[in-house]
Every structure is written in C-alpha cells, then in structure tokens.
Nanobody, 125 residues
C-alpha cells in the first residue's frame, strides 16, 4: 500500500503562484509513475502533469509553460509548481500513483491505484 498526502493549496489572484506537494509513504517501490490530476466543479477529473521514474515529465497543453512537476527522492515528495495561475486553474488537485511503463496525462484516472485526499486551489480574477 502507498499513502499520498497533498498540501500547498490555497487561494491566489490570477497571475500568482502556488507549489503543491505530495508526500508518499508506504510501499513506494510499487510506484514509478506519479501524477497530478485536477477537478473543477461540474467537470471531470483531468490529468495535469505526470512524472515517470523521476525524470520523464509530461504536462497537459493547458498548463505547459506555467506548471512544472518535479520530485525530491530523499523526501519522497512530488511537487507541482504552478505559476501565472488563471481562474480556469481553480479546482481540487489530487496526487496519484501507479506502476507502469505508460505514464502520461492521457492515462485514465481509473488506471491509478493510489490517490491522495486532494488539496483545493482557487484562483480569483
């Protein structure tokens, strides 16, 4: 089992920045693909960023150039740096993990075995 705990959400104005953290514990050797998803009110959950084997990153087109995914192996933590935030970035952000050679924002949420509880991000105009 793997436990994921997100933190770092909050409320910011458009153009601001936030850094989300996802701390992993448990049998993390069971995972090599870390992802951030988000879900806006009334919308489906969507993949935002993924990181495979700690080095291969992928970002959704809507966040390219603004968001960065990274990790600190020693801290067992994955980060999502979000810059130049827009109101449409508002939503609940979730950390997820799986073990697979396939790791990208196109991977369905149903294929991720482990999830955190989520952290809210609100961007006002």
């Amino acid at each position: 089992q793997v436990q994921l705990v997100e933190s770092g959400g909050g409320s910011v104005q458009a153009g601001g920045s936030l850094r989300l953290s996802c701390a992993a514990s448990g049998d993390i050797a069971d995972t090599n693909c870390m992802a951030w998803f988000r879900q806006a009110p009334g919308k489906e959950r969507e993949g935002v960023a993924t990181l495979r084997d700690g080095r291969s990153a992928a970002l959704a087109n809507s966040v390219k150039g603004r968001f960065t995914i990274s990790h600190d192996n020693a801290k067992r933590t994955v980060y999502l740096q979000m810059d130049n935030l827009k109101p449409e970035d508002t939503g609940m952000y979730y950390c997820a993990a799986r073990r697979s050679v396939t790791c990208g924002v196109q991977v369905s949420e149903a294929d991720f075995a482990y999830w955190g509880q989520g952290t809210q991000v609100t961007v006002s105009s």
